[in-house]
C-alpha cells in the first residue's frame, strides 16, 4: 500500500473507525496499567471493558448513521471515563 | 465513583486531572440521549445536561448526586417526549423511563439517608453505562439506516417507478400512511405521483401536513401520522427527491388533463358523427322507405298484360334492395336499439342472422343510449366479420354488466387471424368505445377463432 493510499484509507470513515478502535485498545491497557494495581486487577478490567464496550458501540453508531455525532459523543464518554479511572492508584488497592 | 487522594497516585498531575474530570462521562452520556433524532427537541432535557457539565466538576457528595439527578431528569424526560413519538422505538424509551426512574430513585435516597445504597457503586455504573450507551447506539444506527433509505430513494429515484417515492419513504420512516402530494404551483393545488388531484386535508389531531420546499418554494406535502418524528429530521432529503418526483407528478396531471380534453373532444365528434348517422337514417326511413313503399305498390297492381318475369324480378330486386337498405339504415343508426333496448335490439339481431347462434343475455341488460349503441355495433359487427370473413360455423353472444359497465364476449369458431390494426372495423369499434371510456380485446389466434372482449361504461353521456 502507497502512502497515499494509505492516507487516503486513513481519511475514510472506517479507517478512522478502525483507528479509534486502536485507541480504545491501547487506552485501556493504560487504564490498566496506570490506574490499577495487582490487588485491584477485577475492579480494572471491569472498568475497562465498560470503555471498550462503550466505545466500541459509540463507532458503530458512528459508522452506521449518516451524521454520527451520537457516535463520537459515545466514543468521547468511553474516553471521559478512561479518564476518570485514572484516578484508581495502585497503591489504595 | 468514590473519591480519590490525588497525593498518594504515583503521577498526582494525571490523578488530579483524573480527579477533576471523573464525573464528566456522565454528562457526556445524558448528552448522547437528548441529541438522539425526535419529533421535538426538549428544552427540560437540554437544560438539565448543559446544568450537568457544571455539576460534575463539584466536589462529592453533592457533585454525584447533582450529576445523577440531573441526568435521571434529562434522560427520563427526553424518554417520555420519544414515547410519545409513535414512529420512535418503543422499548428504549421504556428503558430510558425505567433508569430515570432508578437513578432518581437512588440518588433521592442518597440524598436522604446519607451512607445508604448509592447507584455510583462501581458494577451498578458500569452496567448502566454499558446498557445505555447500547441502546442509545442501537438507536443512532437504526435511524441511520433510515436516513440511508431516503438518500438511496433520492439516488435511485431516476428508476423509480411513478408513486414509489411515497412506498419507500413511508417504509423508511415507519409511517405506513404518509402520503406525498405534489404542488401544482401557482396555486393550482396538489396531484399525487400519477397526477390525480389530491386534496390536502386540514391538519388536525389525525393527520399532520408537512409542507416541502425548495428555495422557498411549496414543491410538495406530506401528510403523515402527527407522531411521525423523523420527517422533520428528514426535510431537507425528502425535499431533494420530492422536487424531482414532483416534476414526473406534475407531466402526469398535464398528460391526463390533455387526455381528459382528447377524450372529450373524441366523445363530441362521435356525438355529431351520430347526430349525423341518425339525421341519414331518419332520411332514408321517411324518403327512401316510403318511395321505394310506393314503387313496390306499383309495381304489383301493374297489370301482367306484357312480360309477367320481368315485373316479378324488378319486384325481387326492390325487395332485396329494400333489405339492404333497412340493414344500411340499422348500421348507420340503431333505431331499434333506442326502441327496444340494447337486449331486445341484439336479440333482433340475432333472430336475423344465418349463423347458428348462442345468445346468453343478463335479465335487465340496459345502459345509457351511447354505451348501448356502442354494444350494439360491436356485436352487429362481430356477427357480419364471424359470417363474411370467419367462415364461422356458430357464434356466441354473451351480454351482461359487471360492476359500472356493459360488458359483450363474443366468440366465434372461425378461423381466427382478425387483427384490429387492420380495416376499419374493429380498429372504428375500439375507438368508439375507447372514447366513451371503454375498451375492446381483440384474441384471435389463427384456427382458433376470435373472441372478442367489449366493455364500456353503463351511464356515459355525450355533451355537445
Known amino acids: ?93 | 465513583m468514590g473519591s480519590r487522594e490525588p497525593d498518594t497516585h504515583p503521577y498526582p498531575l494525571l490523578s488530579a486531572v483524573a480527579a477533576a474530570l471523573q464525573l464528566l462521562y456522565a454528562p457526556m452520556l445524558g448528552h448522547a440521549i437528548v441529541a438522539l433524532p425526535g419529533r421535538r427537541r426538549s428544552v427540560v432535557a437540554a437544560g438539565a445536561t448543559s446544568l450537568a457539565y457544571p455539576a460534575s466538576f463539584l466536589a462529592p457528595p453533592a457533585g454525584p448526586i447533582a450529576v445523577s439527578a440531573l441526568l435521571a431528569l434529562s434522560c427520563g424526560w427526553t424518554a417520555l417526549v420519544r414515547l410519545a413519538d409513535r414512529s420512535f422505538p418503543f422499548w428504549p424509551s421504556a428503558f430510558g423511563v425505567v433508569f430515570a426512574l432508578t437513578l432518581g430513585g437512588t440518588t433521592a435516597f442518597r440524598w436522604f439517608v446519607p451512607g445508604g445504597f448509592a447507584l455510583d457503586s462501581r458494577p451498578a455504573v458500569e452496567v448502566s453505562l454499558i446498557v445505555t450507551a447500547t441502546a442509545v447506539a442501537a438507536v443512532a444506527a437504526s435511524f441511520g439506516d433510515r436516513r440511508r433509505k431516503v438518500t438511496d430513494l433520492v439516488v435511485d429515484l431516476g428508476q423509480e417507478p411513478h408513486g414509489g417515492l411515497t412506498a419507500r419513504l413511508a417504509e423508511a420512516i415507519g409511517d405506513p400512511t404518509l402520503e406525498i402530494v405534489y404542488s401544482l404551483g401557482g396555486g393550482g393545488g396538489y396531484v399525487d405521483a400519477a397526477g390525480r388531484t389530491v386534496v390536502v386535508p386540514p391538519a388536525n389531531g389525525d393527520r399532520a401536513v408537512t409542507p416541502i420546499e425548495r428555495n422557498g418554494r411549496p414543491i410538495a406535502a406530506m401528510i403523515h401520522d402527527p407522531a411521525t418524528a423523523a420527517l422533520i429530521d428528514l426535510r431537507t432529503a425528502v425535499a431533494a427527491a420530492a422536487e424531482l418526483s414532483g416534476v414526473n407528478a406534475r407531466l402526469q396531471a398535464d398528460v391526463q388533463r390533455r387526455a381528459k380534453e382528447v377524450n372529450a373532444s373524441r366523445r363530441r365528434l362521435l356525438g355529431a358523427a351520430d347526430d349525423e348517422r341518425r339525421a341519414l337514417r331518419a332520411q332514408l326511413d321517411h324518403d327512401l322507405g316510403p318511395r321505394l313503399d310506393a314503387l313496390q305498390g306499383i309495381l304489383e297492381n301493374a297489370p301482367t298484360a306484357g312480360d309477367g318475369r320481368t315485373v316479378s324480378a324488378v319486384l325481387d330486386q326492390l325487395t332485396a334492395t329494400r333489405a339492404e337498405t333497412e340493414a344500411l339504415a340499422e348500421g348507420l343508426y340503431p333505431r331499434l336499439v333506442e326502441e327496444l333496448g340494447l337486449a331486445g335490439a341484439v336479440q333482433d339481431l340475432a333472430s336475423r342472422s344465418t349463423l347458428p347462434l348462442k345468445l346468453w343475455l343478463e335479465p335487465d341488460v340496459h345502459g345509457a343510449l351511447p354505451s348501448e349503441a356502442a354494444m350494439y355495433f360491436v356485436c352487429s359487427e362481430a356477427l357480419a366479420n364471424a359470417l363474411k370473413h370467419a367462415s364461422a360455423s356458430s357464434v356466441s353472444v354473451r351480454l351482461g354488466t359487471s360492476t359500472d359497465n356493459l360488458v359483450a364476449e363474443i366468440e366465434d369458431d372461425g378461423i381466427g387471424g382478425a387483427d384490429p390494426g387492420r380495416g376499419t372495423g374493429l380498429a372504428g369499434l375500439r375507438e368508439r368505445l375507447e372514447a366513451l371510456g371503454g375498451s375492446l380485446q381483440v384474441s384471435s389466434r389463427v384456427g382458433h377463432g376470435t373472441r372478442l372482449v367489449a366493455s364500456v361504461p353503463i351511464g356515459v353521456t355525450i355533451r355537445s
Open chain 1, 1 to 93: 500500500m502507497s502512502f497515499g493510499a494509505a492516507s487516503l484509507w486513513i481519511r475514510s470513515r472506517d479507517g478512522l473507525a478502525s483507528a479509534g478502535a486502536i485507541m480504545l485498545f491501547v487506552g485501556g491497557l493504560v487504564i490498566l496499567r496506570l490506574g490499577f494495581g495487582p490487588f485491584d486487577l477485577t475492579a480494572g478490567v471491569l472498568a475497562v471493558l465498560t470503555g471498550w464496550l462503550v466505545g466500541v458501540a459509540g463507532l458503530v453508531a458512528w459508522l452506521r448513521s449518516t451524521s454520527g455525532r451520537i457516535g463520537l459523543i459515545l466514543v468521547a464518554v468511553a474516553g471521559a471515563w478512561a479518564v476518570a479511572n485514572l484516578t484508581r492508584t495502585p497503591t489504595h488497592c
